[in-house]
């Protein structure tokens, strides 16, 4: 037989040019060291000591709800993935009727690709969510024993998640890549990304909501326990929260940001042929060998504390990247401005992080301010919340901005099509270190969950000093690593935008249209009227996340009602409260809610695009990014800097606990909490779904819409 | 002599043709009209009997307090406006340096313009304020009459305002453009009319709520008495503030935009040539007879209510429009297509008035659930909040698509330069009953004063029901005329933006650079990053407008502690409070907190300019429109509806006065204040001002820009 499989794989294989086989290895090779690592780190959180029976115990039961609810939202996903592949393979990149004999096998490799990355993604966030409920009662126990072994073991359990993500990326990436071929199946790839971060991030964002607002609710207002009171029957529900929103919700969320950058980086690199290809695939592998040396190294000295060594080891991951790329471009003869482009996309993001930190820091005028006029009553925290996030929108958008000009112009003079493909390449440059970003930011439901976990075992007040000082560390990265994501996702959907121009034109071509699109100018109504729409459709879908999380509290809280009601001796402690009727109406719930929202993008995303064609879907996508940038800004930030004016005052300061101050602080953290946990997270999500599902549908609005 | 100045008007009067001629007298005519209306209202509202010498006395003290900031504001905007028309006299519309013998006198007649724009919208102003701080106390008087007279007085009091302001703003466009033969003058007096409405609406927001919250904070929530007790010495400063902000400031803003429509349909309209500039002045005029003739049959009937009145009257005025344009097309054979895009225009404005009042109306779904929330706290409460105004963005921002798509494509067929006139046609369309629109929200301000006036005088229970039903049909029609502002100034922007394309154009050929822009395509680098800036400058402009708030009546709350502390019997009701030092406070804080936010916009946009060029500004101004948009739509509806779930929880739901949803509801007001009449409406002002200051600067940045 002359084509048999072996036949065939040979002539793949020879097919390859020896740079762009040594880079697939390369790939493969790098996300295997970063599964090896996350597999090592994983052993070595296991073998940590955990001899505190009752915390044991609680954290089998935030394991266990933990896991029903991600089962759960997988088994939802898995129905939804279906049928969207289904849809795919009847009609993307084609319709599959008048795709010729053998091409139909493009829609079904679409399919496959978006199916793969709906499963690499759950495949992370399931190895984050169970190292993270493992980490976070050895992490109590080890802050028995000082600071610093409580620090790396809770840091250790977040690298898991980190090295997790970025391996799966790297290598779903470089297998849909190499092995079809096609960069635009790598669209498809990406959609299956978003799909599974939208779930992940809007329902566990719905969920943390839900348990967190109806615990404080009953909890601290109504029964006056404190906050982790195991009495209360939501509060393992609450703990289960931190883990599905923060460290499977965002690690989904930069799973997909990452993965659609590179998908745009590439889709563009390989119109322009040359070493681009190999370009990217070499900076993301370097991007995370420098995330594994720094979590590697990652240690607290005797005299530092634990937010001076997240962000040390952050730092090292930044220089290393510079670094190892600089010295790569020596070797493999890469161009200095695609270097330039990347190294300003990694400069802008720490501007970002920066920025985020001043509006959200307590040490900086913008929490105390808040923190002053919270005496005058809660009507003035909000006031000076809003005002304060609206003011730390400017920075971000303008370092957007900047990052997107300058890669522009640096990659300006290298010809056709390098401007856009230096964007891409400036998006990949601020996501390199991602391995490093979510390993600090999965650190902190890890240690925030030890610090519940302490405090519910009774170990005593200098394990809990210990444990919140490893808190406030996680809050204060948290908020960084809020706006690099949030920076991050906007420079990719300029990306995509581009990538969206460049599919459209493809399609017309193929088509035999007869048409071609330089651009989308906002002088054109059909443009103007999508960017209208497109900057409605975050506040809307914030407003449904909201909306939901207020009616699914609701239902908890008339729950936690009749458990303290009905059964016997709970109040005193003498009974268990049912732990799992909480976890099923924060799971039931946020899926419920989630839908609509979900649906309500997609279907105006096929409106828009319907009435007004290409046109109307680049101003919609346009106006979508700018206002979603906009929101996702003010909404992070307002919540992360009412949440630490809170602790600012419970600090001793402006009245202190119990203080009016006091009570006005919490108010403005409870209107923050879903701003900064639902709604403002989800956001990225929202728009990287909008922009790739704009690209698979190009071809439909090509031939259908009803003005142009 | 032969060019003696007869000869030469004689050639000016030859030069119309006579459909030109007849134009200009038809528009002075109108205009005039207008004002004998405003007259005669005047002194019918000045003939009303007012016999309470307490009313009378406290009456006194707001109109002093009023003209006293009046003055100050108009003597601090005089010192700018000289400066700026110094500026424009040396550097537009192209430096006089270069301009040809002769040919300075256009940088005068540009300086002039601007003066002139500046002049009369302050002089409409002046008028408003004196004749609702007569028609005030007067209301209040007819309450003992009966609801009928009170409705009468108090509307006929607005209408002055109305009147006044829309003769003005015809006889100025007709003056300067007439006089002038150049459009482009207009720009001039259309950016002076926009300078005034930034201080009167920006500067009177920041003094109404500085007013309101101290006093609020003080009386209130301190000393335990009641709204408008007159022992609190921010009980007039209150009062005056209502009627700086909302009378001078809403006209002055609604002056700016009525302006600013007849300037980009005049711009474009003279390029095309043709009827295009008759059908303009024509469109408006008859919109102003209309306004004239509703306001003139409005009366309330035996079984009618307020609100109905109002409404029933606005109805009136539509179907005026339409039928008197529709004639006067079949009279003069205008375009159909024209008349359909300002049609188009009139019925997409209701349709946004009755969207903000589905938000804002407490018979809605909104307002009630908003109250329901806020059983449960104010975190609710605001979260509600938020969230229905975020949902209550997207019909308008679809409306104002739709009309900008529907305009454009009605007109697409007349040939080139013709879709963008039909959007300017579109908002000239809705604009059209701007007369009637002003004196519905003047009529607000008056029946409030009227009301505490009320309550001050002893006028009795019966009597203060009645102002209390024509003080709620104020707030509802309000949050409907607020939503018309904003859609009309909407679409304005988008036909400024279409005038600036035009300047760019023109000055390009002009000095010979050989640049021709079609667009700004948003896929170009330089106009992605203008509107990323642009998007973010109108939530800084918010914020700082509402941390102005903040710091003025913290000022003005040490004051009033100071009031009580040192004056003896002020408590008791001996002696009298110093109202005029809590006048002086709010005046020079409004002035001074104004003027930072004001230079950030006019910097950033020079900024942007300068290192982007025309196309990061056509960027910018993109950014700007749709970020503040969607800003001013959230914030407007938010505070509305905040208000009306205040008054709805007050009037004996979800546990009614002095329960915890009223305090949690009187918190989401107190939240929304600021919102509502300080940012929201003052982000109309900014959208334009920037879009002036654009079209004005386009020569400089056309020569002196960093990248491009």
Known sequence: MENSWFSLMKEWYVSLGAGEWATFALSITVAAVAFAAAALLYSWVKKQPLENKKIEEICGYIAKGSSVFLNREYGVLAKFAGVAALIIALFLPAPIWTQGRGFWLENIVMALAYLCGTAFS???????????????????????????????CGFRGGAVMGMAVVGASLLGVALVFWLTGDASALLGFSFGASSLALF????????????????????????????????????IADNVGDNVGDVAGMGADLFDSNVASMAAALVMGSLLGGKNVVTVFVYAALGLLASIIGVATARMGKRSNPTSALNYSTYVTTALFAALTAGANLLFGFSWRIWGASTVGLLVGTVIGIASDY????????????????ETGPAFTILSGVSYAFLSTLPSLVGIGVSALASYYICAPMGEGYPLFGIAMSAVGMLSIVGMIISNDAYGPIVDNAHGLAEMGGLGEDTLEITDSLDSAGNTVKAVTKGFAIGAAGLTVIALLGAFLAEVNEKAAAMGLGIHIDGFDVMNPNVFFGMLVGAAVPAVFSAMLMLGVNRNAMRMVDEIRRQFKEIIGLREGAAQPEYDKCIDIATSGAIRELIPAGLMTIVVTVLVGVIGGVESIGGFLTGNIVSGLLLALFMSNAGGLWDNSKKYVEAGHNGGKGSPAHKAAVIGDTVGDPFKDTAGPALNTQITVVSLVSSLLSGLFLTLSIFS
């Open 200 to 235: 992940a991030k809007a329902g566990g964002g719905i969920f943390t909501k839900t348990a967190d607002v109806a615990a404080d609710l009953t909890g601290k207002v109504e029964l006056g326990i404190p906050e982790d009171d195991p009495r209360n029957p939501a509060v």
């Open 122 to 152: 759950a495949f992370a966030g399931k190895i984050g969510i169970a190292v993270a409920t493992k980490a976070n009662g050895r992490t109590a126990a080890a802050a028995q024993k000082g600071i610093g072994p409580a620090f790396l």
């Open 359 to 374: 509006f959200t820091d307590d040490r900086r005028m913008p929490v105390r301010k808040t923190a002053e006029a919270s």
